[in-house]
């Protein structure tokens, strides 16, 4: 069975720093990899998607890569502000219902 | 456009009651997802319908839930004999699944069930 995993389980950094969030996961055949937001009490809000033949997608101050071989997947916030904290959440699709989520890392910007 | 909606947000119910939560997801997505999420863990899949049947159901804990899209649009899950492990945010999903690959799923805010 898949397992996905994300380190650290939580960060708090100063506004304007750059940050990147860890995933990894242990079986690599995957159709691709999502990067979800979750703000409390809120569903999740889709970031990035990268497929398997991709090797990054870039969003705004935000940037996804995948290293499907090794099974990792990283999540980079340039100049983090204060609204971008929020729960992230990694998950790995494998068909057209399985989309398994990692635990994901609670993010804490300071103003 | 609307987004994914669930009813209701909150639900309080004692053990051993039966409860029913709704999804509606975006209009023309003919997939539809089910997901449970514990605190502080990540959302497990339950079940999947593809049009108005259950194309995988193999998430369902157990013979107490149950989930149905009669129309292939609302769909209900239901959980009976509730247990105080049933407690948790219940999360539903659409998407078009045209090409998995690409397919992005939409979520819902989600229905917080606390079993007293």
């Known amino acids: 069975k898949q397992e996905v995993t994300q380190i650290p389980a939580a960060l708090s950094v100063p506004e304007g720093e750059n940050l990147v969030l860890n995933c990894s996961f242990t079986?690599?055949?995957?159709?691709?990899l999502q990067w979800f937001r979750q703000d409390p009490g809120k569903g999740l809000t889709s970031l990035l998607l990268?497929?398997?033949?991709?090797r990054e997608q870039t969003s705004g101050r935000l940037n996804a890569s995948l290293d499907k071989s090794s099974g990792r997947s990283t999540l980079y916030i340039a100049a983090s502000q204060p609204g971008d904290s929020a729960t992230y959440l990694c998950?790995?699709?494998?068909?057209?219902?399985?989309?398994?989520f990692g635990t994901g890392t609670r993010l804490t910007v300071i103003p | 456009g609307a987004g994914v909606s669930q009813t209701p947000s909150n639900k309080v119910t004692e053990k051993g009651k039966y409860v029913e939560l709704r999804c509606d997801p975006i209009?023309?997505?003919?997939?539809l997802y089910w997901y449970r999420q514990s605190l502080g863990q990540g959302p497990e899949f339950l079940i999947y319908?593809?049009?108005?049947?259950?194309?995988?159901d193999s998430g369902l804990p157990n013979d107490r839930f149950f989930a149905v899209r009669p129309e292939g649009s609302v769909s209900t899950l239901k959980i009976q004999r509730t247990e105080r492990g049933d407690s948790a945010v219940y999360l539903c999903?659409?998407?078009?699944?045209?090409?998995?690959?690409?397919?992005?799923?939409?979520f819902g805010p989600g229905t917080r069930l606390t079993v007293l």
């Open positions: 079986d690599s055949a995957i159709y691709n």
């Open positions: 998950a790995v699709r494998t068909g057209a219902n399985n989309l398994f």
């Open positions: 209009s023309g997505h003919t997939a």
């Open positions: 319908f593809q049009g108005t049947g259950a194309a995988d």
């Open positions: 990268i497929q398997s033949s991709q």
């Open positions: 999903a659409s998407s078009l699944l045209v090409d998995v690959s690409t397919d992005t799923q939409y």
